[in-house]
T-cell receptor, first 114, second 110 residues
Framework: KAGVTQTPRYLIKTRGQQVTLSCSPI?????VSWYQQTPGQGLQFLFE???????NKGNFPGRFSGRQFSNSRSEMNVSTLELGDSALYLC?????????????FGPGTRLTVL | EDQVTQSPEALRLQEGESSSLNCSYT??????LFWYRQDPGKGPEFLFT???AGEEKEKERLKATLTKKESFLHITAPKPEDSATYLC???????????FGKGTSLLVTP
């Protein structure tokens, strides 16, 4: 069974630009969550989508947004990039049900903002 | 205030030297506690899910246990390939987000 895939794996942008990251979940999983990982803050929850609806949202500014498509694939967008947005962005997928919510992570997208 | 605290931050063991990693948590209603392993530059790899106090799970040299306030990851006779960062995360009944601790960086030397 294929795991979670994320594209691109590496990205370099400059301040003020915007970026879109993509995530394909494990087949059959309907929930996709996004996390930001930095050395100082560790792993922080961005948002979670289930059946194309945002179900949970973390404490991040509105510059961070996402969406989920009918095939469960998800994208996240960061507008007006800041230096502090440099991080590893991780996507995780799960069934999204109360007793079946083990989240499996993809390899991440390493974003560098110059 | 951190909901999930892991200790120690870093641990160095000799091959074969058993030890335990700690994850203490404060949540109003625990849906599940998760352990992951993360190698440098990679995404976290799922190890265990624990749902209720008293529950234990094992996988090779690893054993995870859960009480009402903390979880332990016991590593028996570790090998160098067990070197990684071990992450603990909790999920509350109020949502599906995982709240992670800062991790324990484990180094096992030959």
């Amino acid at each position: 069974k294929a795991g979670v895939t994320q594209t691109p794996r590496y990205l370099i942008k400059t301040r003020g630009q915007q970026v879109t990251l993509s995530c394909s979940p494990i087949s059959g999983h309907r929930s996709v969550s996004w996390y930001q990982q930095t050395p100082g803050q560790g792993l922080q929850f961005l948002f979670e989508y289930f059946s194309e609806t945002q179900r949970n949202k973390g404490n991040f500014p509105g510059r961070f947004s996402g969406r989920q498509f009918s095939n469960s694939r998800s994208e996240m967008n960061v507008s007006t990039l800041e230096l502090g947005d440099s991080a590893l962005y991780l996507c995780a997928s799960s069934f999204g049900l109360p007793l079946r919510d083990t989240q499996y992570f993809g390899p991440g997208t390493r974003l560098t903002v110059l | 205030e951190d909901q999930v605290t892991q200790s120690p931050e870093a641990l160095r063991l000799q091959e074969g030297e058993s030890s335990s990693l700690n994850c203490s948590y404060t949540v109003s209603g625990l849906r599940g506690l998760f352990w992951y392993r993360q190698d440098p530059g990679k995404g976290p790899e799922f190890l265990f899910t624990l749902y209720s106090a008293g529950e234990e799970k094992e996988k090779e040299r690893l054993k995870a246990t859960l009480t009402k306030k903390e979880s332990f990851l016991h590593i028996t006779a570790p090998k160098p390939e067990d070197s990684a960062t071990y992450l603990c995360a909790v999920q509350e009944y109020s949502g599906y987000a995982l709240n992670f601790g800062k991790g324990t960086s484990l180094l096992v030397t030959p």
